[in-house]
């Protein structure tokens, strides 16, 4: 009698999405010790944007080249080795001494994280069906989200019962054992992994995207950036990441101090929007798979995305004329609701039109988009210095989504990147 079998493609979305979980809380560390890390340091806000800033930089800076690398030599020992430099760096962050090295080693860090991604749309790409790319994206990218909310009141505890330095070691330790396990099971292609079932294999084989010979070949950047899709794509992901990058740099230090709050309160209601993010990769995910079977490939990609981008434009606005903590979360909530639901079109896009190169494509796109985070790391800081107020950023966030979009309406995931 056969045992039950679990398909093995799902293994490796549980993989991504622990994945996921362990890059943003190892991003986001920083903002919840960032009291502790001020006052150790003696550093401003200022110079405190430079570093939240400074991580995106670099992050954004190495998105191609580690999307090509991932095209070329595969997730399994790309993601192995990625996980492994950025646990080194997270373990190092601890070690800072003053601004310039904590710049250092946030740069290193920014870089050595910046093949997850491209790495796992390259997974996706291989591992997963047409019809379940959606979901796949939906549920790998809800890991960071979760991570995060989870993780936000959970290390404020961490902080304070060992401190900011010992907090980044523990959180460095994590990544190696992923490491691990993903180098010894995972397998690039699904008809090299010994546990699948002939079954899984052909299903995958013959329902995931399709490629011709001369789509196998490896991408050239001049040929990404003549495509008009490319650059549309890159724009509207810039104006997604203004608005999440908030959540992960300045949302915890600002509803702390403008409402008064603990650092485990402020790490609670912080954590809310996170959760919210969650459920909208989710809910875009499904409807983007819904969609897709309903024969609409071109509208199962931007009707999620614009639903997503009126949202966090309508929810940003909304949030700043809030008094109490309570409802402004509320608004940021539906605001991150919003942004998070533009993430499974987006990287469904980036595979779609990439097909074989799906790693350059989405790690171009999120180069673009992670200059956003690199902007809206600093634009806080900097616009409330100017301004008195923080209240020009939340409208510019709201523009840049009206902005994406009408760009949203010009994408389209069934040309070719040589093609559009």
Request: with cysteine.
């Amino acid at each position: 009698m056969r045992s039950y079998y679990f398909p093995r493609r799902y293994f490796m979305i549980f993989g991504t999405f622990l994945l996921a979980m362990i890059v943003l809380v190892d991003r986001a560390c920083i903002s919840v010790a960032k009291e502790s890390i001020v006052k150790d340091l003696g550093l401003t806000n200022t110079q405190m944007g430079w570093v939240f800033s400074i991580f995106a930089l670099s992050y954004a800076l190495a998105q191609t080249p580690s999307g090509m690398l991932a095209d070329r030599f595969g997730p399994r020992k790309i993601l192995t080795v990625v996980v492994s430099l950025w646990s080194i760096l997270t373990t190092l962050t601890g070690a800072a001494w003053n601004f310039i090295s904590l710049l250092i080693v946030r740069f290193l860090f920014g870089a050595g994280e910046a093949g997850a991604f491209p790495g796992m749309a390259k997974a996706v790409f291989s591992w997963i069906p047409m019809s379940e790319r959606g979901i796949a994206n939906g549920i790998n990218f809800s890991g960071g989200r979760i991570g995060v909310a989870v993780a936000l009141p959970l290390v404020a505890l961490l902080v304070d019962a060992v401190g900011w330095r010992m907090s980044f070691v523990v959180l460095g330790l994590i990544g190696f054992v992923w490491a691990f396990i993903w180098y010894f099971w995972f397998k690039d292609e699904p008809s090299d992994h010994k546990g699948i079932s002939v079954e899984e294999k052909n299903f995958i084989l013959t329902e995931r995207q399709q490629i011709s010979p001369e789509e196998s070949r490896f991408l050239e950047i001049r040929t990404m950036f003549k495509s008009r899709n490319m650059w549309r794509i890159m724009i509207q992901y810039f104006c997604s990441n203004f608005t999440f990058f908030f959540t992960l740099t300045w949302l915890f230090p600002h509803i702390k101090e403008r409402y008064m709050l603990d650092s485990v309160e402020a790490g609670f209601y912080a954590s809310i929007p996170l959760l919210a993010g969650a459920m909208g990769n989710w809910v875009s995910g499904w409807l983007v798979d819904y969609i897709y079977k309903k024969k609409h490939w071109n509208l199962s990609r931007k009707i999620p995305a614009i639903i997503g981008f009126s949202l966090s434009a309508l929810g940003l606005v909304l949030s700043i004329y809030m008094d109490n903590v309570l409802p402004a979360i509320i608004f940021l909530s539906i605001a991150i609701f919003g942004a998070d639901m533009t993430l499974s079109p987006s990287w469904a896009v980036c595979v779609d039109i990439g097909k074989n190169n799906a790693g350059s494509v989405s790690g171009t796109m999120n180069m673009a988009g992670n200059l956003g985070s690199f902007i809206t790391a600093l634009a806080f800081p900097y616009i409330n210095v100017w301004a008195g107020s923080v209240t020009p950023f939340f409208y510019t966030g709201a523009a840049l989504n009206i902005i994406a979009i009408i760009l949203w309406t010009f994408i389209r995931s069934d040309r070719a990147i040589e093609e559009y």
